[in-house]
């Protein structure tokens, strides 16, 4: 005598289908909740710091705060953010303005000039400044192409970033017979980091269709988010 398999209640379905529902409701709420959160959450808190330390050099009677408490009679129940980030602004543009000027130019000298003298000091303010010009430069000289290298061995690929091509003794000295170019490689999921590489041209693949900014979304990701395909499927 045999048995008919017995079929699982109509509700168990429901259960599961509406679980399933809430499951990728949840999910799809998250994808846009977490950047806008963590986007908001991230600007409170360098606006914090640059309060933190710009608003000690403020006397205190002109603290926000306290101007709203003494002109408006109202106390804000959280501390008002941003006042130090409005100072700094207008005394960074106020410093650049000096600093193009005759005066300011001479100013700048002499402070170089004595900061040369001390040993220690001048190595670390001439590696900030070098690192400040080059991120902070409005010359051309920035990453423009995003390139394929075998890293690190052959048959394995990584992503990385032209620089320029390499000059003087290092290129003079690399027994490679052409050309050399020198090739940022980051590291993820913060690109900040990652190793300075001078690769032959010959083997260096150079990317057309995804740019630097893809590639830097590429990397940032772990390889999760890739912006030129998206970019070609909604152009379809």
């Not at 259960?15 to 709420?29: E, I, V, Y």
């Not at 100072?87 to 960074?92: P, S």
């Not at 303005?97 to 000298?109: D, F, N, P, S, T």
Request: include cysteine; aromatic fraction near 12%.
């Amino acid at each position: 005598m045999t048995t008919e398999p017995q079929q699982p209640p109509a509700h168990s379905h429901a259960r599961r289908s509406l679980l399933g529902a809430f499951r990728a409701n949840f999910l799809t709420g998250l994808v846009v909740v977490l950047p806008v959160g963590l986007t908001i959450w991230l600007i409170w808190k360098i606006v914090g710091w640059i309060d933190s330390w710009v608003l000690p050099f403020v006397p205190y009677a002109f603290h926000p705060d306290v101007m709203l408490d003494r002109y408006l009679g109202y106390q804000p129940p959280v501390s008002i953010r941003g006042f130090g980030v409005i100072i700094f602004l207008v005394f960074t543009i106020f410093v650049g303005w000096i600093a193009k000027g005759l005066i300011g130019r001479q100013m700048i000298g002499w402070g170089e000039g004595l900061v040369d003298r001390m040993p220690f000091v001048r190595s670390i303010y001439n590696g900030l400044k070098q690192i400040a010009e080059t991120v902070f430069s409005q010359s051309e000289s920035k990453f423009d192409t995003a390139c394929l290298i075998e890293y690190p061995r052959p048959g394995i690929w990584a992503v990385g970033f032209v620089s320029t091509a390499a000059k003087g003794e290092i290129a003079e000295k690399i027994p490679t017979g052409g050309e050399v170019l020198t090739v940022f490689l980051p590291t993820t999921p913060n690109p900040t980091s990652g190793f300075l590489l001078y690769v032959p041209r010959k083997d260096v693949i150079l990317l057309e269709k995804m740019g630097v900014e893809d590639a830097a979304k590429l990397i940032i990701s772990a390889g999760l988010v890739y912006p030129a395909e998206k970019a070609a499927i909604a152009a379809r």
